[in-house]
DNA sequence: TATGAATGAGCGTTCATTCAT
DNA sequence: CATGAATGAACGCTCATTCAT
């Protein structure tokens, strides 16, 4: 039986931090935006329907954000560390010795509370991934200051498992990759591209843990 | 040794569909926008630019496509069909079992051309893969014609091998996605997130070739 | 040997004049004002930048000032009575005989004043001066209520030396509109247009006098 | 008898220099923007006043001026070089010494001749004069490219008559300030302070010209 | 067919001014 | 008295689209 909430505790410090004040103002427009954005994209959205939206004058807006680039900016940014913060947390891979003796709790504990935040948060990482390929600031962000540490996190575990025989001998980064593209591949789809479609939620991430754990176990002798 | 030739032919007369005549200013108007909408966006290119690109008159544009949406759509939409043209083929099934013997063979060759095809023509598939969200016509045809043919065609080999006993019980739209999600986060991390970084591109396809079926492989008994 | 003092001495009062008591901050804002609108340009400035600069909030500036056009007038108009004040002064005409025997002294020690003065309060004199043309209120203040006296007084200066067969038989105007022509071309030269090159103030007051005597003076027969 | 005609010939050709061919809907630009920049300052101009003047779509103007400040200095810049044109002319001396055996002829005829072109182009020197201080490309062409040019040209003209004993032994910038800040003077007094006072533009030319060279005239001995 | 000047609606942004605190 | 958030009209400018040539 996997456990999931000791995951949920650590990660909880990290989500909050930089849930800044904000006046009311301040947050219908940041809604007001996210909505936005997330039907039309960013380029497609004016700042006058997003005033509308939010109930306040177009000056208001200009009032909080300099620029509409930082509206989205101040939106996307922080959504991308807390999207990746429980990766690099510093006791994680004490917490992963402690907690989860098996990779696949540990794998499956993560992979629901990924899910669970992503889809709370759904419109703003549609947002994060359309604006990803236009927006410098976000990709420095993702190269510099994430991708590298997420990725060497990563990499210390699998090779921790590989070293105990666990995980087929190939070479990490391969790995890694398949790993990732598995569980984004579900995100993915059932939220972007299937969002009207139910489904068993847990089990098909059951499934898919199984899938890519089966696919990187080592070969039995 | 995977064979590639065969798929290679009953590809090409699909691709070769629709390669409609054009005049060279044409085919200059829709180099350009290539290029442009591939580097900022369709919603934040604009005609002048593509024009100027292109080396014609902006009017020139308009007499070749009523609107801006229109070249973009005439541009993305014969993508789609040539991307996953291949799967939809009539004799697909014969092809796979008498070409290919072992679904390995299979997917490697599959995975080769498509990968090929797609480096040639990233630029569409990015502009393609971005404007997706946000064009309803582009939804349509991925829906109604596309997704559901090349769904059908991926269950029912699926379910053949299921039938021959290699492929786990599972529910096939959980591996059909689990596979799907491997090869695709592979293009994607080479061609659109690393595209700098050079690979072995030929054994990184075969690790997760065999990443996917190791992992769908059904247990041994 | 000119003398400056008693010129100085009839001045001073209507200087202090209309020297109303403001608040330490109406104080910042009008020395913020000043600043900002010789450097940009009233209509270039805005109300924003000279409340920072003042170090108050914008709604402060409106407590004391209706309308930024009301802080521009407020700031200019005062300085052009200050500026034309002692050729207006009641006694001037007694002072100027008593005190200056000679009209070369006189225009001397004017000069010297008046260019004192102009050093002091520069920016508001460029400001006055850009504003003229579009303030309506600074246009009727300064034909209305200056020009003409300012102008009446001269012109008995001016008669009363042709009287005395000093000066040339020359149209009063044009003898005036000469004389002020060269001194205000001094000043601009000196403080507007060149305003880091150094000069030696002295004598090129006293040549420019003299040109203007000279100018003037009755032919000698 | 002054002569007037040759000074307007030498000019003649510099002035129609740079009278670049326009479409018509430019030149109604043009000439709305001047009325309007001439009326209100060029920073309380708007464009679509301009536009609406001009009777031509906003659009229109920045098809053909890529900014406002565009318009602006493409008005004002070419009037620079065509208000001091004559004094730059090549062969100046010699149409000094040939046509005008008298400083006085000479003077006269080129007061007359730039008094002509100023009022044929009122607006426009009035927004130059306007705008002078506060853009740089304006500021830069004044100083590098023709005030120094101007005022060696001036400088050597007063040189070749100091030599010849017929002006007063003072420094040549003081008698060049002198001369100019009157002539100016006129200008300014009769077509921006006074614009609608009927006046003598023969006469008055004349007694100024005559009160500079009284002014500077050597003493007899 | 190709052009490019012209359009005008709409954009992001600024700013003087107001007013509740 | 001082604040600064909020306003909304107006701004300079862009752009897809049209059409006379």
Redesign the pocket.
């Known amino acids: 039986m996997p456990q999931q909430e000791p995951v949920d505790q650590w990660i909880q410090e990290l989500i909050n931090m930089g849930d800044e004040k904000m006046?009311?103002?301040?947050l219908k427009i940041v809604q007001a935006a996210v909505e936005v954005f997330a039907e039309k994209g960013y380029a497609s959205?004016?700042?006058?329907?997003i005033a509308q939206k939010a109930?306040?004058?177009?000056?208001?807006?200009?009032?909080?954000?300099?620029?509409?680039?930082?509206?989205l900016i101040s939106i996307v940014s922080p959504m991308m560390s807390k999207l990746l913060a429980p990766f690099v947390l510093n006791d994680f891979k004490e917490v992963l010795e402690g907690e989860f003796p098996t990779l696949e709790g540990f794998l499956y504990a993560v992979a629901v509370n990924r899910l669970h935040f992503a889809r709370k948060h759904l419109k703003i990482i549609k947002i994060l991934l359309q604006e990803i390929p236009f927006q410098p600031v976000l990709q420095e962000e993702f190269k510099q200051h994430i991708a590298r540490r997420v990725i060497g996190r990563f990499t210390e575990i699998i090779e921790h498992f590989k070293a105990k025989g666990e995980v087929i001998d190939m070479p990490t980064p391969v790995l890694l990759q398949f790993a990732i593209s598995a569980m984004i591949g579900l995100f993915i789809t059932h939220f972007i591209i299937l969002p009207d479609q139910p489904w068993d939620e847990e089990q098909e991430i059951r499934h898919t843990v199984n899938l890519i754990l089966h696919g990187m176990s080592a070969p039995q002798l």
């Open positions: 006046t009311e103002k301040q959205s004016s700042t006058s329907e109930g306040v004058a177009e000056g208001t807006i200009f009032r909080h954000y300099k620029t509409k680039k930082d509206l």
